[in-house]
C-alpha cells in the first residue's frame, strides 16, 4: 500500500502561483511514477501532469503547459506541483496518483493505483 497526502492548495487571485505537494509513505517511492490530476465540480477528473520515477520522463496536458511544473523528491518522497499564472479556470480539487509502471509518465487514470483524498485550489479572478 501507498498512502498519499496532499498539501498546499487555498485560495489566491488569478495570475498567483501555488505550490502542491504529494507526501507519500508505504511502500518505495521510487518504484512508482506519479501524476496530478484535477476534478472540477460537475466534470471528470483528468491528467494534468505526470513524472518517471527519476524525472527522466514528464507529461503536461495542453490546458496547463508552460505554466505548471511537476517534480519530485525521491529522498524526501514527495511530488510536487509548481502552479504559476493561475487562471479561474484551474479551480478544482488536485489529487495525487502513483503507478507502478513507474520508467513512463503515465497518462491514464487506470494506469494509477493508488489515490490520494485532495486538496482544494481556488483561483478569483
Known amino acids: 500500500q501507498v498512502q498519499l497526502v496532499e498539501s498546499g492548495g487555498g485560495l489566491v487571485q488569478a495570475g498567483d502561483s501555488l505550490r502542491l505537494s504529494c507526501a507519500a509513505s508505504?511502500?518505495?517511492?521510487?518504484?512508482?511514477?506519479m501524476g496530478w490530476f484535477r476534478q472540477a465540480p460537475g466534470k471528470e477528473r483528468d491528467i494534468i501532469a505526470s513524472?518517471?520515477?527519476?524525472?527522466?520522463?514528464?507529461f503536461y496536458a495542453d490546458s496547463v503547459k508552460g505554466r505548471f511544473t511537476i517534480s519530485r523528491d525521491n529522498a524526501k518522497n514527495t511530488v510536487y506541483l509548481q502552479m504559476n499564472s493561475l487562471k479561474p479556470e484551474d479551480t478544482a480539487v488536485y489529487y495525487c496518483?502513483?503507478?507502478?509502471?513507474?520508467?513512463?509518465?503515465?497518462?491514464?487514470?487506470?494506469?494509477?493505483?493508488?489515490w490520494g483524498q485532495g486538496t482544494q485550489v481556488t483561483v478569483s479572478s
Open positions: 513524472i518517471s520515477w527519476n524525472g527522466g520522463n514528464t
Open positions: 496518483a502513483a503507478g507502478s509502471r513507474f520508467w513512463v509518465a503515465l497518462t491514464q487514470h487506470q494506469d494509477y493505483t493508488y
Open positions: 508505504g511502500r518505495t517511492f521510487n518504484n512508482y511514477a
